[in-house]
Structures are given as C-alpha cells and as structure tokens.
C-alpha cells in the first residue's frame, strides 16, 4: 500500500512536469494521426491487390491468402509498432530534457528519436516479432491454463522491456543490450512499475469518463456534433494520459540511474525506494 501512495504521488509529480510542457501531448497525436495515414495506406494496397477479399473472404468462401498478403499484414503490423515506438522515444527524450533542466519542444523530441533511428527500427522489429508470436499462440490456445500462462508470459516481458525506450533514446544502446539494459533498471523498479500499470490504467478510465460526458451532452442536441466532440475529446484526454506516462517512466528511469529529476521530491523519491 505504501508503494501504491507513492507511486500516485509520483503521478502527480509527473502531472505538474506536463503542466511545464504542455507541447509533449502532441507526440501521442501525432502518433495517432501516422497510424491513420500507415493504416490508409496499407488497406488502399490491400484493396487493389486483393488481399483484402483473400483475407476476408465472404459466407462460403475460402480464404486463399497468397505470399503479398501475408507480406502486407506483417509490413502493417511493423509498421504500426515503429510508428509507436517513434513517438513514444520522441516523447521520453523530450521528458528527459525537462528533467535534465532544459526546456524541450517537439522539433527537440522528434530530432532525438530521430538520432536513434537505426536502434528504434531494431527494437521495433524485435517487439513486433514477440507481439506476433504471442497473439498467434493465444488465437491457438483455447484452455484457461494455457491463457493465462500466455498472459504471464506477456506481462514478465512487458515489464522487463518497460525501460528499453529511455535507455535507447538516453544510452543509445542497441535493442539486445537495451532489453539486458532494462531487465536490470527492473529490478530495482518493480514496485513501481506495477503499481503504475495498475494506476494509469484507472486514469486512463477516468479520463475517458470525463471526456465522454461533455460529449454525451452535445450529442444530446446534434448527434453529428457530439460525435465529432466525443472523438476530438476522448483523443485529447487519452493522449494527456500517455503523456504523463512517459513523463513518468523518465522520471523512473532516472531515479533508477540515481539521478534526481527537476520537478520531482527528492524526499518522496527515496520513501518510494524504501517502500519496495
């Protein structure tokens, strides 16, 4: 419990930082907008080679999918993980410059993600490859025990690789050492890194609610218009909230290193590493 405090309070740390930097909610935009434009592209390639009528096929058909449909599922599924490892790198180096003491902007962000490209695209691939591999082995296993030792699989990876984007953007690593990199910044950030899975998921929640219901009431008067409010809305506040997580797994990451972030208490930093 002691932990699940400070990690809320290392929240709201995080929430005053973006409250700096306002202009760091633009990555997950813009990270949302490439997926649309990436999806747009690939389904326009997919409608006129047909891959989409092998893929799909209608009530009674067969699927037939040929080697161009498999090449294009994949090239969208990696394409769709680089475009998100991109921005979120572009988003944690501009965190760290805010707290490092410097005053970073978008054009800051994206010119840092874009000097690790070579390690992002690496790490991109890696990742996609073991987000396949476990979305196939979980469309293939229809027992209970076999689920949920998939779902552990995948959370024991996910939080082993929580700090590979810090560490390529800020140590410049490649993705293997990034990963052994990470695995042991977990060690000594379990707790933490829990709980904020745990608590940004609430948040999350919380900010859809609060995004949906001055939508819901505009919707009341012109269906049209609450629609394209709810979608405006509902876009903004999920991507507040992805940008106060990056915030927070910079700050994480440097309190892992020993370092100790602008913007953040140095008392509730060494409380939070007592409290694991």
């Known amino acids: 419990m002691r932990t699940i405090g400070h990690t809320f309070e290392l929240m709201r740390m995080s929430w005053r930082v973006l409250m700096k930097d306002r202009e760091l909610v633009a990555f997950p935009i813009l990270s949302g907008a490439s997926l649309l434009v990436a999806a747009a592209v690939f389904f326009a390639a997919a409608g006129a080679t047909g891959t989409i009528d092998r893929i799909a096929p209608g009530e009674g058909e067969a699927a037939d999918v040929g080697g161009l449909d498999i090449a294009l599922s ?20 501009a965190a760290l410059e805010r707290l490092r003491g410097g005053d970073p902007n978008v054009g800051s962000g994206l010119r840092a993600a ?5 390690q992002i695209l690496g790490w991109a691939i890696i990742a996609a490859t073991v987000g396949l591999i476990l979305q196939l082995a979980r469309d293939r296993t229809d027992n209970f025990l076999g689920r949920l030792a998939l779902a552990l699989v995948g959370g024991v990876w996910a939080y082993l690789t929580f700090f590979v984007v810090p560490v390529l953007v800020a140590e410049g690593l490649g993705p293997i050492s990034a990963i052994r990199r990470s695995g042991g910044l977990f060690r000594r950030t379990w707790g933490q890194q829990v709980t904020s899975s745990f608590g940004f998921g609430l948040v999350y929640i919380v900010a859809a609610l609060l995004a949906f219901l001055p939508a819901a009431a505009i919707f009341a008067l012109s269906p049209l218009a609450g629609l394209v409010a709810g979608a405006v809305l509902v876009g903004l506040a999920v991507a507040t909230v992805q940008a106060l997580e990056g915030i927070f797994k910079a700050a994480l990451y440097e309190f892992a290193n020993g370092e100790s972030p602008q913007g953040f208490d140095s008392g509730t930093l060494s409380d939070a590493y007592r409290a694991l």
Do not use: D, E, K, Q
């Open 74 to 93: 994949l090239g969208l599924y990696a394409c769709g993980y680089f475009i998100v490892i991109f921005f979120n790198a572009a988003l944690v180096a």
């Open 114 to 118: 874009a000097a690790r490209l070579p």
